[in-house]
């Protein structure tokens, strides 16, 4: 594979002194790494000051949510357009926003293209709730979710965009990761092979192959070599366990040594 993606998603933590204490110390503790991209997606509030504070040989940053429309009277609201300059990704239908935001399949897909648009890679997180995996409905949902959430792209668009498979009954509460119920490998492999066997139907097969698609569900350092040898899986989006620095720097040393063949030499 080439580089594997991991993405830390901080949500509504850490307020701007608290962020670039964890920013110092990631910064401190994980090296340059040709073989990992990492991104840090923090609130929308601290992506300024963590730009210009970010060692962008290490580092990406990411937003976890913009609004559709590039400008005009949508109080509370920040675009696209204006996140341009500052991220290289911005999350998209994260479950929390299809949730506790009503953000629905219409809503996921305009923001898919306006990321587009505005030349920011969206990561669209796709994944069926606990009910709908016990009704044997997962994979409708993520057809659903895949048909909408990329219906305005073209082929080599998707090919560039990162799809997130969160199943949302393995997503953390961000205090209890360690031991929540974190997906099965064979569960990831059937969903990844879904999703790419989707997009090489609807679109073609060289965007299938190079779509990135990342696991995200409590994903904590002890689980990285083994979705990483589920085919198809190119990295990880983590919750609750990026704001640890301790616990996301061995998430990416992990990731670095499965690159190297388990060896332990931390090459730049
Ligand atoms: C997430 O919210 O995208 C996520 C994967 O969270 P966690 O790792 O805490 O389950």
Redesign the pocket.
């Known amino acids: 594979m080439g580089k594997i993606l991991v993405v830390g ?1 901080w ?1 509504m933590h850490l307020n701007a002194s608290q962020a670039s204490l964890l920013l110092h110390r990631l910064q401190e503790r994980i090296p340059i790494y040709k073989d990992v991209e990492v991104v840090l997606s923090p609130s929308m509030l601290t992506l300024q000051p963590l730009s210009v504070q970010l060692d962008r040989r290490k580092f990406r940053l990411a937003a976890q949510n913009a609004y559709f429309v590039d400008e005009g009277a949508f109080t509370g609201e920040v675009s696209f357009t204006m996140l341009r300059e500052l991220v290289h990704y911005v999350i998209v239908g ?1 479950s ?1 926003r299809r949730r506790y935001f009503h953000e629905d399949l219409d809503m996921v897909k305009q923001k898919v293209a306006a990321s587009v648009r505005n030349d920011i890679t969206p990561i669209l ?1 796709v994944g069926e709730t606990k009910t709908e995996r016990d009704d044997g409905e997962t994979k409708q949902v993520l057809h659903d979710q895949l048909l909408s959430g990329l219906s305005n792209l073209t082929p080599a668009e998707v090919g560039n965009i990162v799809v ?1 498979y ?1 199943p949302v009954w ?3 509460d ?1 205090t209890n ?1 360690a031991d ?1 119920f974190i997906a099965k490998p064979q569960q990831v492999a059937e969903a990844v092979d879904y999703i790419r066997r989707y997009i090489k139907d609807v679109f073609n097969d060289k965007a299938s192959r190079e779509v990135r698609i990342l696991y ?4 904590v350092p002890d689980i990285v070599q083994g979705f990483l040898d589920v085919p198809g899986v190119d990295g990880f ?5 990026s704001l640890n620095y301790h616990t996301f720097s061995s998430i990416i040393q992990a990731c670095h040594r499965w690159q190297r063949g388990g060896k332990e030499d931390a090459d730049a």
């Open positions: 998603n949500k994260h929390e997180c997130a969160e393995a997503i953390s961000g990761f929540h995200g569900g409590s994903a989006l983590v919750g609750g366990a």
